[in-house]
């Protein structure tokens, strides 16, 4: 596709519920990052994979966050046991690593809700 | 402390005005630091890339670099209405993994 893509758009859960959130990064593009964005606030980093391995996971809050990209592409970000103070925007991005440059290309995002 | 500190603002300006945006940062390991425009209920779309310290003009945007002085600063020209949008900077250390983002200033140019 042309840019990067998210889905849901929007995701509106319980508290204690488990949400997959998924990113189609743009294509070719070998990196692939997530953050969360909440209300007023910058990005805030979580997780960050270079072809399918997670190359720095520092930013996950804690263990109910998990993050895959089995094929090297598209990436699922899993959250379990969801807790009102996850409310916020998941945003993903996509670059395209050169030699001494990297510039994130970011997806819509989807806001997740939880009640 | 923050990473990176931005003016929340809002910061509202009329139409043609001169706009300044800044950003100050604590880590002096950043090497790349970006803008990013971002529109109510959109992804932030990158408007300016620079490495190192220094300037870079695009159009009607200037980016300058003082690391020196760890700040930043986005510079619009004759500022449009469709500019009316939340400024982010973004800046990354050398192994380019991770941005740090600053909570962004809203800026509305009004017609």
């Known amino acids: 596709g042309a840019g990067v893509s998210q889905t849901p758009s929007n995701k509106v859960t319980e508290k204690g519920k488990y949400v997959e959130l998924r990113c189609d990064p743009i294509?070719?593009?070998?990196?692939l990052y997530w953050y969360r964005q909440s209300l007023g606030q910058g990005p805030e980093f979580l997780i960050y994979?270079?072809?399918?391995?997670?190359?720095?996971d520092s930013g996950l809050p804690n263990d109910r966050f998990f993050a895959v990209r089995p094929e090297g592409s598209v990436s699922t970000l899993k959250i379990q046991r969801t807790e009102r103070g996850d409310s916020a925007v998941y945003l993903c991005?996509?670059?395209?690593?050169?030699?001494?440059?990297?510039?994130?290309?970011f997806g819509p995002g989807t806001r997740l809700t939880v009640l | 402390q923050k990473e990176v500190e931005q003016d929340p603002g809002p910061l509202s300006v009329p139409e043609g005005a001169i706009v300044s945006l800044n950003c100050t940062y604590s880590?002096?390991?950043?090497?790349?630091f970006m803008w990013y425009r971002q529109y109510s209920r959109k992804g932030p779309e990158l408007l300016m890339y620079?490495?190192?310290?220094g300037n870079k003009e695009d159009g009607r945007f200037t980016a300058q670099v003082d690391k020196s002085s760890k700040y930043i600063s986005l510079f619009i020209r004759d500022s449009q209405p469709s500019d009316s949008a939340t400024y982010l900077c973004?800046?990354?250390?050398?192994?380019?993994?991770?941005?740090?983002f600053g909570s962004g200033t809203k800026l509305n140019v009004k017609p």
């Open positions: 991005a996509s670059s395209l690593i050169l030699a001494g440059t990297d510039t994130q290309y």
């Open positions: 294509s070719g593009h070998t990196a």
């Open positions: 994979f270079q072809g399918t391995g997670a190359a720095d």
């Open positions: 880590n002096s390991a950043f090497q790349y």
């Open positions: 620079t490495y190192s310290s």
């Open positions: 973004a800046m990354s250390a050398d192994n380019f993994n991770k941005f740090y």
